[in-house]
């Protein structure tokens, strides 16, 4: 990415010297729309000698054994020169464009409808332009009115009905109503709607499986009918499939539509340069509240260095997934403001489950005891993470707190995989993305699991790809091992425990990538649905826990901590417990 911001100084450069009228937008990445001084253009010669070959690499990469030292020493190095050198020399620090906020992303949005996306990237933002019936306050995951003003639920739980706001429009004109609901439903669950083939829609079924129909009672009201009661329905609809689109932007779009979504939400879609950035515009009619920033651009930078120096040196305001190695820095920096929250999150080396020798629970079970999560949280994490007993989030409603994290044992691991038949271990490949949506330090954490176990015999080859190459690759079921995490939006065991677990939820039409299935599991979750008694939910919860963590369908890691980073003059952002990046909070001064 910084190779792309050094070739746009260069284009500067050459380019003949203008006065910039007064209502032209700043080109330089950067944000100062004023020249670089020469001085600059031999810094950034020198840094270009430095640091292009460091950065040129193929987008997918295999490690056969030990990790890639040299390599990470040379990247880590390559940025530690231009951090310092451009800290020095202050030639190419400089303020962002007035009420231009620049936020700096693990990586590129690989979807814009909200009904396709299956990535946090995507989601955080997306989820400015478009908004659901029912929400979170700023500050909790406690379900509070969206779209909606109000809503009744019969006494069967057969039945939600929602009043809706009047007055609102979609960013293209077109009146939000009850019209509007229906279709952003029904596009996604009725096979015969005419834009149903218009794309993917991967948690239609999770999330609106069980929706019987959706009804205009008038205008202004709608109403769900289920086939049966589902405690969690008003959670489902807190969530970005559950977004409202403007009807009249998917039929005039159509396939295009994620290109240039249409909702209702405080930004409006302006722009997407593939690779480069996506830029949101204020919606200056925003129901909700005023929106204080003019204008969001969204920079996908894969390379944690690189995030932290642009954050450094002025070019971004606001960074997401703060480098561990840096979190230290970063709170002692008078400039740079650092956050933290726990969030509804889960890291884990998945399985799958229907492949040899992995079908064999013992072998699933010998990986959990073979990896050291202790030092991965320690040593990789820094403590931007906590140990993981299972899927569900420690200290929530829905968590077994008798459950224990499988202990780093490794003659214990050895033993298992002797009786499942394995005594001298096997060879199988790990995919690992390169970076994305909650996935930490993804490289780092899965070069540990590669390393732990080889020392019981499992001989690991480490092939990493790109984001949205990588959730594609997913979808095939070829898989050995893979890296991922989830981000459930809420506390509700059921949206962690049911997606990523259930039987139903096998990949291509589910998240279940580990292609787990156990029928005891799956009626549990299915029983805790029934029921709104909360109390009896966790029970079912906590017992379908248990067999989880027997079974082993995955090799249970950490919850993240997320963190951010901002510049001062980033004012009123915080950070949310469902992993929304909330930037409409933000003021600029």
């Not at 200056?284 to 920079?299: G, L, Q, T």
Request: net charge positive; glycine share 6%; with cysteine.
């Amino acid at each position: 990415m910084i190779g792309w911001s050094l070739r746009q100084i260069r284009k500067t450069r050459s380019s003949p010297s203008t006065a910039t009228p007064a209502t032209s937008r700043c080109s330089n990445p950067f944000g100062s729309c004023s020249q670089p001084s020469t001085t600059s253009y031999l810094m950034v010669g020198l840094l270009r000698a430095i640091l292009l070959p460091c950065l040129a690499r193929p987008r997918a990469i295999v490690y056969r054994d030990a990790a890639p030292e040299e390599a990470t020493m040379r990247m880590s190095m390559a940025w530690l020169v231009l951090a310092v050198v451009l800290l020095a020399s202050g030639a190419l620090v400089a303020a962002q464009p007035a009420g231009t906020l620049v936020v700096g992303l693990v990586a590129e949005p690989v979807n814009l409808d909200p009904a396709q996306v299956t990535d946090l990237n995507s989601n955080r933002v997306g989820r400015r332009i478009v908004e659901t019936l029912v929400t979170f306050p700023d500050e909790s995951t406690q379900i509070v009115p969206g779209l909606a003003e109000s809503w009744t639920i019969s006494k069967d739980g057969l039945k939600y009905a929602f009043k809706l706001r009047k007055g609102i429009t979609f960013h293209d004109g077109a009146p939000f109503d009850a019209d509007a609901v229906k279709f952003s439903i029904e596009r996604q669950i009725v096979t015969e709607h005419p834009f149903n083939k218009l794309g993917k829609y991967p948690f239609a079924n999770y999330f609106f499986g069980n929706v019987k129909a959706v009804e205009v009672v008038d205008p202004l009201t709608v109403e769900f009918s289920l086939k049966e009661p589902r405690a969690s329905f008003l959670a489902v609809l807190t969530a970005g499939a559950a977004s409202i689109v403007s009807p009249t932007a998917v039929k005039k779009l159509g396939v295009d539509y994620p290109l240039s979504p249409v909702g209702t939400g405080p930004f409006k879609f302006a722009s997407w340069d593939r690779g480069q950035r996506v830029v949101l515009e204020k919606n200056a009619s925003y129901w909700k509240h005023p929106v204080k920033v003019d204008r969001v651009i969204y920079r996908p930078i894969v390379e944690d260095q690189a995030r932290l120096t642009e954050l450094l040196t002025g070019a971004l305001d606001l960074i997401v997934g703060t480098p561990p190695d840096f979190v230290t820095q970063l709170e002692n920096n008078p400039k740079i403001t650092l956050l933290k929250q726990v969030g509804a999150h889960v890291w884990y080396l998945g399985i799958n489950n229907q492949k040899k020798p992995f079908d064999d629970k013992r072998v699933r079970q010998a990986l959990n005891y073979a990896v050291n999560k202790d030092a991965i949280v320690r040593d990789v994490l820094k403590g931007t993470g906590t140990l993981s007993r299972g899927p569900v989030l420690p200290n929530t409603w829905g968590a077994d707190s008798a459950l224990k994290p499988y202990p780093y044992d490794p003659e214990r691991a050895r033993k298992l995989l002797a009786e499942a038949g394995y005594p001298s271990g096997f060879s199988t490949t790990l995919w690992v993305p390169e970076s994305g949506s909650g996935m930490q330090s993804p490289v780092a954490m899965s070069t540990v699991i590669q390393s732990n176990l080889k020392a019981i015999g499992v001989n690991v080859t480490l092939q990493t790809m790109e984001w949205g190459a990588y959730l594609a690759k997913l979808r095939t079921k070829e898989q050995d091992l893979f890296a991922l995490s989830w981000m459930a939006g809420n506390e509700d065991p059921d949206m962690v425990m049911y997606p990523l677990l259930h039987s139903s939820q096998w990949t291509p039409n589910g998240p279940n990538r580990a292609l787990y299935k156990n029928e005891k599991y799956d009626e549990l979750l299915h029983q805790a649905r029934l029921t709104t008694d909360q109390k009896k939910r966790a029970e079912l919860y906590r017992d379908a826990q248990r067999i989880l963590v027997d079974d082993a369908p995955w090799v249970f890691v950490d919850h993240e901590i997320q963190t951010a980073a901002h510049a001062k003059r980033v004012q009123g952002f915080k950070l949310h417990p469902s992993f929304d990046l909330r930037v409409e909070t933000i003021s600029l001064k």
